[in-house]
């Protein structure tokens, strides 16, 4: 898919919060672990959602679209003796999906975790291994594209285990929290360093809430009960993270006040979405009537900040594309975004062909903009993982006009934000 930027200003109006795709992700197979139910407003067109249904459906469950939005899971469907999960999105869906299978699959089955660029292969996988392994599967890397990785189940049910994680991801203890939940619940325990992206852990943590399962948070402990009353029908809500990075790409183009509606009342998260706008120039202030929330960006002047990604690691897409548009940036955090197989070293040198001034420090934690270089930028861009779209994306827009080749991997990570784009008034075509 390609888009074309033909005009970059006036943006302004009222549109819908993109929903969560971590949300969703997390609804669905927090709904698999309790044995069905439905999600709601669900993008059906975005790959790291397929993905993980593919693989889901793979483990034993059945997943029926009833609408355009609405999705249905069973645990009734053929269970497969191979599973095989790609790196569509990084390792996101991986790191949900693998723990799962180590307590799911057959005597015998195989899960294989195929890489679908080179860049795979620079993968940091012993978190994910280790994930198979606290909930007593085996896993083992396989060292080529074709299997990165490969996961054997568990030899017994690993009823009330207790799961222990050594300074995890946040996906990744999120996916292991949600494996004790489908055997009838455990104890994830992490020791160490705290958790990074704990935003991950906090997201699966609700949705298990939500399905109906007790979890109840005691120190470094997450302590999975039965499954109880809860609800047969998660609707997935507006995304923080993808309000964030439909604003930033609105930036250049801003002519009035943009209204982003549809988010949820949780304080934290909103505060946190207030605060990044903010602190990067955005005259911003978050409105909250009824059920819902609003954030309300009125204008938009650039400034130099820190901010960082190591709690909520969905935000580096917001964090990729103010600092291609406006080169003046400062990134920390950035391994836990690495962890989870969406962003490599290479993304110095690529903002550099944009013709940001950046580099990495801290061996690559933390990554410094110091404004524009004077050279000839390139307006036809290619692009094949999401992080470089947003950047990509944005600094045409702030140039005003250029194309970009595969901008449907931004789409598959942020459905909506396109779609939310359009609806403001800013100049793309998308064919």
């Known amino acids: 898919m390609k888009a074309r930027v033909i005009e970059c200003s006036g943006a ?5 919060a993109p929903p969560s795709l971590w949300e969703t992700l997390v609804g669905i197979v927090a709904v698999a672990a309790r044995g069905g139910g439905e999600v709601d407003g669900v993008k059906r067109e975005s ?3 397929t993905t993980l249904l593919h693989a889901l459906q793979a483990l034993g469950y059945r997943a029926e679209w009833i609408s355009s939005t609405r999705l249905t899971i069973h645990e009734e469907g053929e269970q497969k003796s191979r599973v095989v999960v790609d790196t569509t999105c990084g390792l996101l869906v991986p790191g949900l999906i693998a723990p799962l299978a180590a307590v799911r699959l057959p005597p015998g089955g195989q899960l294989i975790v195929r890489g679908t660029s080179e860049s795979s ?3 940091s996988l012993r978190p994910l291994i280790e994930a198979v392994i606290a909930v007593g599967g085996r896993a083992w890397p396989g060292g080529t594209l074709s299997r990165l990785v490969v996961v054997e189940p568990s030899i017994y049910k690993p009823h009330g285990r207790i799961a222990r994680l050594y300074g995890p991801p946040g996906f990744i203890a999120a996916g292991v929290a949600a494996a004790l939940a ?3 619940g455990g104890r994830l325990m992490t020791y160490g360093s705290p958790v990074r992206g704990v935003g991950r852990l906090a997201a699966m943590t609700r949705a298990l809430r939500l399905a109906g399962f007790e979890v109840i948070e005691s120190g470094p402990s997450l302590i999975i009960g039965a499954l109880g009353d809860g609800e047969s029908r998660l609707v997935v809500e507006g995304g923080p993270h993808e309000t964030a990075l439909l604003l930033a790409l609105a930036s250049p183009c801003i002519g009035g006040e943009i209204r982003v509606e549809g988010l949820p009342i949780r304080e934290e998260e909103l505060s946190t979405l207030e605060y990044m706008l903010k602190a990067t120039g955005f005259e911003a202030y978050k409105e909250c009537r009824d059920s819902n929330c609003s954030i309300v960006a ?3 002047e650039p400034l130099s900040a820190t901010i960082t990604v190591r709690d909520e ?3 580096m897409l917001y964090a990729a594309a103010q600092v291609a548009a406006w080169a003046r940036l400062v990134i920390s955090g950035l391994n836990t975004v690495t962890l989870e197989g969406l962003l490599d070293k ?3 040198s690529f903002l550099q062909q944009l013709g940001v001034n950046a580099f990495y420090e801290d061996e690559g934690d933390r990554l410094v903009a110091e404004g524009e270089q004077p050279k000839s930028i390139r307006k036809s861009i290619e692009c094949n993982d999401p992080v470089y779209c947003a950047a990509a994306l944005a600094r045409l827009l702030r140039l005003g006009s250029g194309s970009l ?7 598959d990570i942020a459905p909506g934000v396109l779609e939310g784009l359009l609806a403001l008034g800013v100049g793309l075509d998308v064919s």
């Not at 302004?12 to 819908?16: A, F, H, I, N």
């Not at 080749?405 to 789409?411: A, K, M, T, W």
Request: net charge negative.
């Open 405 to 411: 080749e595969g901008i449907d991997v931004l789409e």
């Open 182 to 184: 489908a055997t009838g």
């Open 121 to 123: 292969l620079s993968f």
């Open 12 to 16: 302004s109006g009222s549109v819908t």
């Open 313 to 315: 690691p969905g935000y």
């Open 298 to 300: 009125t204008s938009f």
């Open 47 to 49: 790959k790291c959602i």
């Open 346 to 348: 290479r993304f110095e």
